[in-house]
């Protein structure tokens, strides 16, 4: 078996710790004489293995009783319609902070539920960076406020968590989830697609403010009605079996590193290795405002564009993975989440000194 360094933005690379465990239980977990992915949702033994999942969570990130923890499906993409669907019929319109792409999908599918407001945006400056505290302020009438911390398209990051007062705070945490400590009370609703920092694509992470459920829009589907989804222990339906349990076996391995302060420090150091060297070259290039740089995503362009598609064949033979830039971007982005090794960042920073070297 070879593996490579994937950068891909996501699906994205799982910690081969795991992939060795799920490979060993797979054809019987447990000595249950089936797979994992065999067990009926309902049985006491898969059961177990939702409530293992969710209880290393509750630990990893020190989520309070009064939050629920749902695993939906549907992608943080279907996320955009539930956040309205379960907080707009408080009233109010719902607010958010415009700082890339993500931010514009989550604002033009709330549209659809009622009025939405956009508080500040980056986009006339090319989204190279996040909307700074001063320069909004929330309704008080507001339904909510929503906001992308981690913009893994452009490859921005938020360095505060915005101030709301009773307005209940949203948070897409799709590529910044379990990557730095942060304190849950601070946000009302938390969501997250699995395939960036959680496990496979297929499961949504939903972490939500018990006192917000409950008064949901009169059409919405039960399916994603938070209050039906906590009632039902994330069982309305059959929910992604195989996703969950490997969701806990990745949230096992992140314990078995120290947790999230552990891994805070790795990605600290993973992102700084690699800032630095693209600020040390003429050859490489990073667009975004140094305080909102991405932990995550690291987007960068090459000083001559016509090199690109050498970069990335030298790179594959290299088994440095996906760093191509998201298509409206251009140019590379190395995604470096919790599961890329120091390792692999060292073998890209490497790669690309010596391509520097022969090429600039
Ligand atoms: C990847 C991503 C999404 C979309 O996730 P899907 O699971 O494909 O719907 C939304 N928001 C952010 C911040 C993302 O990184």
Same mark, same amino acid.
């Given at each position: 078996?070879?593996?490579?360094?994937?950068?891909?933005?996501?699906?994205?690379?799982l910690p081969g710790a795991v992939m060795q465990r799920a490979q060993?239980?797979?054809?019987?977990?447990?000595?249950?004489?089936?797979?994992?992915?065999?067990?009926?949702?309902?049985?006491?033994?898969?059961?177990?293995?939702?409530?293992?999942?969710?209880?290393?969570?509750?630990?990893?990130?020190?989520?309070?009783?009064?939050?629920?923890?749902?695993?939906?499906?549907?992608?943080?993409?279907?996320?955009?319609?539930?956040?309205?669907?379960?907080?707009?019929?408080?009233?109010?319109?719902?607010?958010?902070?415009?700082?890339?792409?993500?931010?514009?999908?989550?604002?033009?599918?709330?549209?659809?539920?009622?009025?939405?407001?956009?508080?500040?945006?980056?986009?006339?400056?090319?989204?190279?960076?996040?909307?700074?505290?001063?320069?909004?302020?929330?309704?008080?009438?507001?339904?909510?406020?929503?906001?992308?911390?981690?913009?893994?398209?452009?490859?921005?990051?938020?360095?505060?968590?915005?101030?709301?007062?009773?307005?209940?705070?949203?948070?897409?945490?799709?590529?910044?989830?379990?990557?730095?400590?942060?304190?849950?009370? =601070?946000?009302? $609703?938390?969501? @997250? %697609?699995?395939?960036?920092?959680?496990g496979?694509? /297929?499961?949504?992470? +939903?972490?939500?403010?018990?006192?917000?459920?409950?008064?949901?829009?009169?059409?919405?589907?039960?399916?994603?009605?938070?209050?039906?989804?906590?009632?039902?222990?994330?069982?309305?339906?059959?929910?992604?079996?195989?996703?969950?349990?490997l969701a806990?076996l990745v949230?096992d391995w992140?314990?078995?590193?120290?947790?999230?302060?552990?891994?805070?420090?790795?990605?600290?150091?993973?992102?700084?290795?690699?800032?630095?060297?693209?600020?040390?070259?003429?050859?490489?290039?990073?667009?975004?405002?140094?305080?909102?740089?991405?932990?995550?995503?690291?987007?960068?362009?090459?000083?001559?564009?016509?090199?690109? =598609?050498?970069? $990335?064949?030298? @790179? %594959?033979?290299?088994?440095?993975?996906?760093?191509? /830039?998201?298509?409206? +971007?251009?140019?590379?982005?190395?995604?470096?989440?919790?599961a890329?090794?120091?390792?692999?960042?060292?073998?890209?920073?490497?790669?690309?000194?010596?391509?520097?070297?022969?090429?600039?």
């Amino acid at each position: 078996m070879t593996r490579g360094y994937n950068f891909c933005s996501g699906p994205a690379m799982l910690p081969g710790a795991v992939m060795q465990r799920a490979q060993e239980e797979l054809p019987d977990w447990q000595g249950t004489g089936m797979s994992v992915m065999e067990l009926s949702h309902r049985s006491p033994e898969f059961v177990s293995v939702l409530e293992g999942a969710e209880a290393r969570l509750r630990t990893l990130m020190n989520i309070p009783e009064d939050y629920a923890v749902l695993f939906m499906q549907g992608g943080a993409t279907l996320q955009f319609s539930c956040v309205p669907m379960n907080l707009m019929s408080r009233g109010g319109a719902a607010e958010f902070l415009d700082t890339g792409a993500w931010s514009v999908k989550a604002i033009k599918e709330a549209g659809r539920y009622g009025e939405t407001r956009v508080l500040a945006s980056t986009k006339d400056e090319g989204y190279r960076r996040a909307v700074r505290a001063d320069e909004f302020s929330v309704g008080a009438d507001a339904a909510y406020l929503h906001y992308t911390p981690n913009e893994t398209i452009g490859g921005v990051e938020f360095n505060y968590v915005p101030e709301t007062g009773d307005v209940p705070l949203v948070a897409d945490m799709s590529s910044c989830i379990l990557s730095r400590p942060i304190n849950v009370e =601070d946000f009302d $609703l938390i969501y @997250a %697609g699995a395939q960036k920092n959680i496990g496979p694509a /297929g499961l949504t992470l +939903v972490i939500v403010r018990k006192s917000l459920l409950g008064e949901v829009m009169h059409d919405t589907p039960s399916l994603l009605n938070y209050k039906a989804q906590a009632d039902n222990g994330s069982m309305v339906n059959t929910p992604p079996t195989f996703a969950i349990y490997l969701a806990g076996l990745v949230f096992d391995w992140l314990e078995g590193q120290g947790g999230v302060r552990a891994i805070e420090g790795i990605n600290a150091e993973k992102a700084a290795l690699l800032y630095d060297a693209i600020d040390r070259s003429e050859f490489y290039r990073n667009p975004i405002a140094l305080e909102h740089r991405s932990r995550m995503n690291v987007p960068f362009i090459l000083a001559d564009e016509q090199l690109n =598609d050498r970069f $990335l064949a030298e @790179a %594959g033979e290299a088994g440095l993975y996906n760093l191509q /830039g998201h298509r409206s +971007v251009g140019g590379m982005r190395a995604s470096i989440y919790n599961a890329m090794p120091l390792a692999g960042v060292r073998g890209l920073v490497d790669f690309m000194k010596d391509f520097e070297q022969r090429h600039g």
